[in-house]
């Protein structure tokens, strides 16, 4: 009898048989694409006391289809002042889950800083640039609205660049994620209040 050689592609299910009858053996290769939770990322509004806010959350799956997603929060929620985190999950017609999360800050006055600034906190903390060069980065961003502290005015007189040290030890605990976004500011609206 002819050995005859069997070759089966299965793409939808990306396993791919290659050899002879006898000696079949498969080669797994995902191509599988996750489900995919979409928001608005994370929202900033301006309030003195807790109060409602309008979010969207869709979800659709590896072929693109719209598929139910809930979150331990709604529309209707009221929010706190501070920070909240809104925790979502979408399941796939297959079981797979999928999940994500997105922060509410509710406030009358929001810290808003860029994520890069810890890169060159980082170096600052590091000895690796000057007092007198992160102070002028710390300007230019308050001058170009990137960075926005609140009730902060962009000093004139730069003065000597004199860091204390314990602003120095809360740059680097911000840096490793110890202390928040608002508590670093403190230390940014000191500096920039002294010049």
């Given at each position: 009898m ?15 048989f ?13 191509t ?18 807790p ?25 209707k ?11 979502c ?7 797979s ?32 640039i000057s007092?007198?060069?992160?102070f ?24 000597g660049?004199?860091?204390p ?12 994620g ?11 609206q ?6």
């Open positions: 002819q050995n005859k050689t069997l070759i089966v592609f299965a793409v939808s299910s990306a396993v791919f290659v050899g002879n009858v006898s000696d079949v053996f498969a080669v797994e290769q995902s599988m694409i996750n489900s995919k939770i979409i928001t608005n990322g994370d929202l900033y509004v301006k309030s003195k006391t109060i409602q806010v309008p979010f969207s959350v869709t979800a659709i799956d590896e072929f693109n289809n719209p598929i139910p997603v809930e979150c331990d929060k709604t529309s929620t009221i929010f706190q002042t501070g920070k909240t985190t809104v925790r999950m979408a399941v796939d017609s297959f079981g889950e999928t999940r994500d999360s997105f922060v509410i800050t509710v406030g009358y006055e929001i810290v808003q800083i860029p994520n890069w600034l810890k890169q060159i906190t980082q170096f600052w903390t590091s000895d690796n007092n007198a060069q992160y002028q980065t710390l300007n230019f961003l308050l001058d170009e609205q990137i960075l926005h502290v609140p009730y902060t005015k962009t000093p004139k007189n730069n003065g660049h004199e860091i040290i314990w602003i120095k030890i809360n740059a680097e605990k911000w840096t490793k110890d202390l928040s976004d608002d508590e670093f500011s403190i230390g940014i000191w500096m920039l209040d002294q010049k």
